[in-house]
């Protein structure tokens, strides 16, 4: 039986409970009939022109190693043809990896000597598509052969949501709070868990993890700086990935700026229009400032990249494109060259808190699938670029 909502003469705090109860419920009966039957998410395999991309092969070589016998049969073949499941994905690359001369060629994370890579998407501009654009991020690096951790500093747990985790179902494990708290924080191995992705684990979050904020506000003990909290439980895990995805929250509060000391690399997702263009000038004008009162405080900052990424490209807006064009104008290559295509591919898959790489083509309109992979695909790609340089490979 539905409960009647509350009157208006009810107390706030009643009525606000209330409200977040029915909604978590509601929430809690479409997210299990979205994945049923068990509540895990899984991911879909991969047809064989998709696993030759994936590892920058033919099919002509795909089917060449096969026969030679270098790597196994994937375990589904329906009518004579093959579908990989990631984790086989993976493990072909290995064995490639073991295989070639190029090294690198397949397994193409960092080497000896090469930092990793800490990305961070940050804008105080609610809903400018940072934790969609992390999560396909994340999913085409872990998809290229990279070991991907993603850390949630939102307490919203959006990315966290989309990792297949739902903090609105009975989520009580460790989560970022826990390793970055003052008092007696768990070693931050504790709280990293795996992802159905291989090649991709998480650092979830709730809404405790807003902790932060207030312990943060209180803290005055000059030993534990509050900035130096993220960078120190990265720095516990460093080897154990090649790049490291921080999604933030729409503030430029304690765990933003926390993470921006820990970033080597930053992205702004910007969606654009003119009140989210003046809104990220003033977010990037107090994040100058509080990258100043960090840099003061002793700990250097230095950005391997600092760019603009523009989301919800919308190719036939002419505003938005006078927008774009006029950023690029101003601020030239801080502008990425690839956008986020504004696409309802995209939406429709992040309702089911999927990215695009985990929808099936057929299921979609063919056009509009692929414009929207294209663009991801891009977007990913210049990353994948701009990591490689900051390797100096390039
Ligand atoms: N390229 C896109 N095409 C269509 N819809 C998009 C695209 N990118 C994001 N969206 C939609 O915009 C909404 C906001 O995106 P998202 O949650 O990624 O933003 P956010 O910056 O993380 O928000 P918040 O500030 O609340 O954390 C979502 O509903 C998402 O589905
Ligand atoms: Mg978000």
Redesign the pocket.
Same mark, same amino acid.
């Given at each position: 039986m539905i409960p009647a909502t509350p009157s208006i003469t009810d107390r706030p705090s009643e009525l606000a409970t209330d409200i977040s109860e029915r909604l978590n419920r509601a929430i809690r009966e479409h997210l299990l009939s979205a994945f049923a039957p068990d509540n895990t998410k899984s991911l879909r395999p991969f047809s064989a022109p998709e696993a030759a991309e994936l590892l920058g092969v033919s099919g002509q070589f795909m089917r060449k190693v096969h026969g030679e016998g270098t790597i196994p049969e994937p375990k589904d073949v329906r009518a004579g043809r093959r579908y990989y499941s990631a984790h086989e994905l993976w493990e072909a690359r290995q064995i490639l990896e073991k295989a070639s001369r190029t090294k690198g060629r397949y397994v193409p994370g960092r080497k000896e000597g090469e930092r990793l890579q800490v990305w961070q998407?940050m804008?105080?501009?609610?809903?400018?598509?940072?934790?969609?654009?992390?999560?396909h991020l994340a999913h085409y690096l872990a998809l290229h052969g990279y070991r991907v951790l993603v850390v949630d500093l939102?307490p919203?747990g959006?990315?966290t949501s989309m990792c297949g985790i739902n903090p609105e179902i009975e989520f009580d494990g460790l989560t970022v709070y826990d390793a970055i708290r003052y008092d007696d924080p768990v070693p931050f191995s504790d709280v990293i868990m795996p992802t159905y992705f291989p090649g991709l684990s998480l650092a979830p979050s709730r809404l405790l993890l807003s902790e932060f904020e207030t312990e943060s506000a209180v803290n005055s003990n000059p030993d534990q700086p509050f900035f130096l909290r993220i960078r120190n439980a990265l720095a516990q895990v460093e080897d154990q990935y090649d790049i490291v995805l921080m999604? !933030?929250?729409?503030q430029l509060g304690f765990l933003t700026i926390s993470g921006m000391a820990a970033a080597t690399s930053l992205i702004v997702?910007l969606?654009p229009s003119m009140l989210d263009v003046s809104s990220t000038a003033q977010f990037l004008e107090l994040a100058g400032a509080y990258m100043g009162v960090i840099e003061d405080a002793g700990a250097a900052l230095q950005y391997d990249h600092f760019k603009f990424l523009i989301?919800?490209?919308e190719p036939t807006d002419v505003p938005s494109q006078q927008l774009t064009s006029f950023m690029r104008a101003l601020f030239m290559d801080r502008v990425m060259a690839a956008t986020?295509?504004?696409?309802?591919?995209?939406?429709d898959?992040?309702?089911l808190k999927q990215s695009i790489y985990e929808v099936v083509r057929s299921e979609m309109t063919r056009a509009t699938y692929d414009r929207?992979k294209q !663009?991801?695909d891009a977007v990913g790609s210049e990353v994948e670029a701009m990591i490689h340089q900051a390797w100096g490979r390039s």
């Open positions: 998407l804008n105080f501009k609610g809903g400018s598509s940072k934790s969609t654009s992390t999560i939102d919203q959006s990315l999604d !933030s929250p729409p997702p969606t989301t919800r490209d986020a295509l504004k696409s309802t591919a995209i939406s898959a992040t309702m929207a !663009s991801m």
